[in-house]
């Protein structure tokens, strides 16, 4: 009896050796270690934390709110098989006085987050966003850049968008509901 319990405890030592998450450094990493099979891109310096909080434009009546957070080891199964840190953000948009949309108070599964980035390694100082207008069913991209020499720290919001997009077979409303366009860029101050 005892022999088949240090065998059933060696079994299952072995097997959850073999299961665990290799750890990467998410701004020193290579390609060559990046194999997409479960790895962890983590955010070990805590690079990702200067964006965390409330960032504001603001222009006459006019004004955009984003709210940024940061989500650890969020997996992208079943599109990918990794993990990592990430940024995530919901917003807020006034134009001309006029309430245009505000989710900051909605609840959003990570993956379905209004505004989603990854990290670009070759500037610690910049995220690249992608970003869903639930008010128009349309998607879009771009970066934001922060300058951190400015107090408060502010960023370049640079984003652009498909002007059509098809949700179940409909097409989407035109127009946005966030200020983007052809790259519309906005700067945002830390609150």
Not at 162 to 171: A, P, R
Not at 181 to 188: A, D, E, P
């Amino acid at each position: 009896m005892k022999k088949q319990i240090i065998l059933i405890i060696t079994i299952i030592a072995t097997i959850s050796c073999k299961s665990q998450t290799v750890t990467l450094d998410m701004a020193t990493y290579g390609t060559n270690d990046f194999n997409n099979s479960g790895e962890y891109l983590k955010d070990f310096d805590n690079n990702l934390d200067k964006f965390i909080g409330a960032w504001k434009w603001e222009e006459g009546n006019s004004s955009f709110i984003i709210e940024f957070e940061k989500r650890e080891m969020v997996s992208y199964q079943p599109y990918f098989n990794y993990y990592a840190d990430i940024i995530i953000g919901k917003y807020k948009y006034v134009e001309n006085g006029i309430e245009i949309v505000n989710n900051l108070n909605q609840s959003f599964d990570y993956i379905f987050y209004p505004i989603k980035t990854s990290f670009n390694q070759s500037n610690l100082n910049n995220l690249y966003i992608s970003f869903i207008d639930y008010t128009k069913d349309k998607s879009g991209k771009g970066h934001i850049e922060l300058d951190t020499t400015t107090n408060p720290p502010q960023f370049l919001w640079s984003v652009g968008g498909n002007s059509k997009v098809l949700i179940d077979g409909e097409t989407s409303i035109e127009g946005w509901s966030l200020p983007i366009g052809s790259y519309n860029q906005k700067i945002l101050i830390k609150q």
